[in-house]
């Protein structure tokens, strides 16, 4: 159980209120990267927060995460802007995955999808068990 709820609340409402500054009506560019930022201190701050370590294993993917949001915007190709979008998104979620163990490099894909649906389910169904 989280021990610190309404940090929790707060840093949910800066991270919409920076959704909000860096989107509205702006092309995706470098807010995009500005973003990721965003979160992965929001996500560092929380976990230091609650208690929680990062494992050493797991620094890699918030740099891949990092350098394919700033190769988003130095791209302006829609193909290889959106895929790096979607690769930047998809290191996020298996740092998310991975955050503690660190053992995303010895998943199969049986173990990636199932993560993936796991990561999809609990960001629909624990917000309300808040």
Not at 63 to 79: K, M
Request: aromatic fraction near 16%; charged fraction near 15%.
């Amino acid at each position: 159980m989280l021990k610190n709820r309404y940090t929790l609340w707060y840093c949910a409402l800066i991270v919409g209120w920076g959704f909000d500054i860096l989107y509205w009506k702006k092309p995706i560019g470098i807010s995009f990267a500005i973003h990721v930022l965003l979160l992965l201190g929001v996500l560092i701050f929380l976990s230091k927060k609650e208690g929680k370590k990062l494992s050493p294993k797991s620094i890699p993917l918030m740099g891949l995460a990092l350098f394919f949001s700033f190769l988003g915007f130095l791209r302006v190709e829609p193909f290889t802007s959106t895929l790096n979008l979607l690769l930047s998104l998809g290191f996020l979620g298996l740092l998310i995955l991975s955050y503690q163990g660190g053992r995303w490099k010895e998943y199969n894909l049986s173990d990636y999808i199932v993560g993936a649906f796991r990561l999809f389910t609990n960001g629909i169904g624990l917000p309300f068990k808040l």
